[in-house]
């Protein structure tokens, strides 16, 4: 879930941060990817009104096995 959607959705990051009973600077130290806990989090309290897409937090398997390309 890109942070962009989440404060486009609630309008502001501490109208997120309120929703989400956080600071308003956990909010701002997101990535651009917000964590994947919050994105599943904001799914389930949204009813799907945000989406998880699980795409976002796949890694490529080589970068985790230390293969050489």
Known sequence: ???TNVIEHFGTAT???K???ITP???????VV???GRA??????TSG?????????QTDPTE???AVA
Do not use: C, N, R
């Open 1 to 3: 879930m890109l942070k």
């Open 15 to 17: 109208k997120v941060a």
């Open 19 to 21: 929703f989400l009973s």
């Open 25 to 31: 600077i956990a909010v701002h130290y997101w990535g």
């Open 34 to 36: 917000i964590p994947k």
């Open 40 to 45: 599943t989090e904001l799914h389930l309290l």
């Open 49 to 57: 009104e945000l989406v998880y897409d699980a795409t976002l937090y």
């Open 64 to 66: 985790q096995s230390g």
